[in-house]
């Protein structure tokens, strides 16, 4: 089954890739793939990118994406537990409450009860009470979890060979068992991955951008890597996480929204912008080191110019700045919003 192509021809390049079964990304490295999937729509798959050892045998590259894939539902928690957000702490009847809405909602859908409480529990705890659970009902369990807090039809699990590992050893078969048991789209990325060759080769087309930029070595996010919720600041991104934490207090930041795809018009890409006013036509994008290399830069200065051309100022801060000193940061933004609010637009 392949996903279906997105209404912009230039934002198509994942049009074609299987959301089921296993395939080799042939013509596109990690760095290109990042940028490529960076603005998903709605009817795209979520995409989730794992590290692996390719030269590990395949129970432990199994249990190795588990974890990682539980990580990210935990950093993702409450987003997929309805009424999640109103355990405030780890009280005992903190830990009840989440253990009852997560049984709540099993019972009408096909999560499986025992896991999804153990993970929410998990998630307000900071413990590992879920593991327990065999791999097969942890990945099969995850994958509803995932879909369901991307409000995604389809999750796809995408495995990054380490750099250095040279042999296939057990990738093959555990990317097999986790399609197979996870129902998952598995893509295997990287020349790592390349001597996989049980499985097919797909060439996704690439933006131009993309295709055209030549990607430096940026500093690579931890892994796993995942896409931000829309709407809430990126779960392991400590400068949105900050900022938010002062907007909340500020009335002039009312309207804002985190992470929201934005597509001015079905002739251009869709850009998933950091932080937004719409109604004001404001955007601020928060730079981590990724954003330093040649790919990654040549992308913002894409997303900034379509902003821009659609009505909209933009603000860019990095990391450092907003960490080490959010007072000034949060000044600036003020200004703008403040300005737009009145109907300043010069």
């Known amino acids: 089954m392949s996903v279906e192509a997105h209404p912009s021809a230039t934002a198509a390049h994942w049009a074609g890739l299987p959301v089921y079964g296993v395939v080799r990304i042939a013509g596109a490295d990690r760095a290109a793939m990042a940028v490529a999937l960076d603005s998903l729509g709605g009817s795209a798959p979520a995409v989730i990118g794992c590290d692996i050892d390719p030269s590990a045998p395949a129970a432990h590259i199994v249990d190795d994406v588990v974890a990682q894939l539980s990580s990210v539902a935990r950093d993702l928690f409450p987003a997929w537990l309805p009424g999640g957000e109103h355990a405030e702490g780890v009280s005992l009847l903190d830990r009840r409450a989440v253990r009852t809405r997560a049984h709540t909602l099993a019972a009408t859908t096909a999560h499986y009860g025992p896991f999804l409480a153990a993970l929410a529990e998990d998630a307000l705890t900071g413990r590992s009470a879920s593991a327990v659970f065999p791999a097969e009902t942890r990945v099969r369990g995850l994958t509803r979890i995932l879909t369901l807090a991307y409000r995604r039809d389809a999750l ?23 399609a197979d048991h996870g129902g998952v789209g598995v893509w295997l990325v990287g020349p790592e991955l390349a001597g996989v060759d049980r499985f097919p080769a797909v060439s996704p087309e690439l933006p131009n951008l993309v295709a055209r930029a030549a990607a430096a070595s940026p500093a690579e996010p931890p892994r796993p890597d995942y896409p931000a919720i829309t709407g809430r600041p990126h779960p392991r991104s400590a400068a949105e996480q900050r900022l938010e934490q002062r907007l909340a207090a500020a009335e002039w930041a009312r309207g804002r929204v985190w992470n929201q795809v934005h597509q001015p018009h079905s002739l251009v890409p869709p850009i998933r912008v950091d932080l937004m006013w719409p109604d004001l036509r404001c955007a601020v994008e928060i730079d981590g080191p990724d954003h330093r290399g040649a790919l990654k830069y040549a992308d913002d200065r894409r997303r900034d ?6 009505g909209y100022a933009v603000l860019r801060f990095t990391n450092d700045e907003i960490l080490g000193d959010p007072s000034r940061v949060l000044s600036v933004i003020e200004r703008l919003v403040t300005s737009r609010q009145k109907g300043d637009t010069q």
């Open 156 to 178: 796809v699990v995408m495995l990054v060979g380490s750099a250095g590992s040279d042999s296939d050893g057990g990738a093959g078969a555990a990317a097999a068992w986790l």
């Open 305 to 310: 110019n379509s902003l821009v051309l659609d």
